[in-house]
């Protein structure tokens, strides 16, 4: 048998497996989209996420109650939603950073 005639039936060997692998894969995920329950309520997954997302009535008063007593005075709060850390972490480092006065001497 010539070199390229054995490379050749390797290759396809490993074709044949390949797409092998990918009939089984395919059945696995086609067994798991079937039992894995709908979204809830069927909404889109992203107003899903938002709806799990959501404070509960008491949390809400809390804020309410810490928001009058900061300001003095009932207030309307008309959304209360997380924003990332990642403003809130920035800030920090830009304090503490601020913090540190450099002593610069030029010259003696």
Known sequence: MPPESHDLSRILEA???LRG????LSARVSA???SAPASPAGL???AADRASDAIGPELAFAIS?????YLGK???IRQIRLLGSAAWA???RVTVQASHRLQVQHGS
């Open 15 to 17: 074709v044949e497996a």
């Open 21 to 24: 692998e990918v009939a089984r």
């Open 32 to 34: 798991i989209e079937a």
């Open 44 to 46: 889109a997954p992203q």
């Open 65 to 69: 109650a810490a928001v009058a007593a």
């Open 74 to 76: 009932r207030a309307h």
């Open 90 to 92: 920035q800030q920090g």
